[in-house]
């Protein structure tokens, strides 16, 4: 998911949101510890939550750089959930599952339900 937008890192996580579930996913993509140094933690609560919910779930490792690739993937991380810390969460974590609406997010760089050209006809 190497340059995908934070939306779709989001909604990843929201369909597998379940210890269970994360407990199998592997993400090779940008840095969470990244997403998280680089919004405000206000906007990362309100328009990411699964991923400012997981923050302590997840262990990250960054991809090594290349000199050559250096303004490309200076930001790629594995990412997976080893199911331990996962269960030391709070329950209250697992219990909102709402699905994503980003209505107040200014970057989003997916199309939300109801928008695009299947809506307008």
Known sequence: MVHCGKALYNNLLWSNWSPAALSKLVIIGNSFRGIEERLLS???ERDYS???KVLKGVEEV???SHP???DTFND???H???LDKLQELSPEVWDFVEEPM???CED???IRKGEGPAAKS
């Open 42 to 44: 206000r906007i990362l």
């Open 50 to 52: 699964y991923i400012a």
């Open 62 to 64: 960054a991809l090594p």
């Open 68 to 70: 050559r690739y250096l």
């Open 76 to 78: 790629t991380s594995v």
């Open 80 to 82: 997976w959930f080893p």
């Open 102 to 104: 980003y209505q107040d």
């Open 108 to 110: 989003l760089e997916i």
